[in-house]
Each structure stands twice: as C-alpha cells, then as structure tokens.
C-alpha cells in the first residue's frame, strides 16, 4: 500500500473516532443531538479539507504565495520571460497568434 494513501487512511479514522468522542461527550454535556452532529460533521469535512491545503502548499500547488509553482515549477525563471513564437513559413519571431508578416498560423515555441 502507498504510505501516502496509508498516512491518509490513518488520519481519517482517527478523524472518525474523533468525532464520534466528540458526539460522545457533547451529549454528556446536554447538546442538542442536532447542533452535536451538526458540529462533528463540519469537523469531519473540514479537517481534511485543511489537511489537504496544508500538503498542497508543501509542493507549491494553490499555496497563497505569489511565487510560480505549477507542475514545472518556477525553475530560477523570471516572471516577465516570455514564449516567443517562430514562423514555419518566413522563420519571422513574435508574441503568439498568427503571423504578423505573413499571415500564417504555423508556428512553433521557441523558449
């Protein structure tokens, strides 16, 4: 089994139990049964939820740094490079779309 998978499935049934401690002791307490489950099923959903957003942040995913992450990553690059576009007709470079000299769409990425 995937120790990713297996750390997962350990925080979810210990998220389970928990909960239901929870449910336990908040009927102990005289909570309604219905702002009890209420509150043990926002837990529930909610405490992996953050998990999950925690971990993506490690590996720069949908952190809320304004740093680039992604799949490649920002590799030492700078923001304000850009792909650059070469012509397959008349070899002429420019910013995307068609081309500006001669009108063709046949273009191929140049980094």
Known sequence: ???QLKK??????????F???LQI?????GVPWYISIGLVMAIFILLPMYMRRRQA??????GSG?????????NGMNNS?????VCLVCQNKHNGGSCPRCGSKMQRADF
Do not use: D, Q, W
Request: hydrophobic residues 40%.
């Open 19 to 21: 909960s239901i401690g």
């Open 81 to 85: 490079t850009r792909v650059k576009y």
């Open 25 to 29: 002791v908040l009927g102990m307490l």
């Open 66 to 74: 304004s740093e680039g992450g992604g799949f490649f990553g920002n």
């Open 8 to 17: 997962y499935y350990i925080f979810l049934g210990a998220s389970l139990v």
């Open 1 to 3: 089994m995937n120790p």
């Open 57 to 62: 942040g490690n590996f720069g995913g949908s």
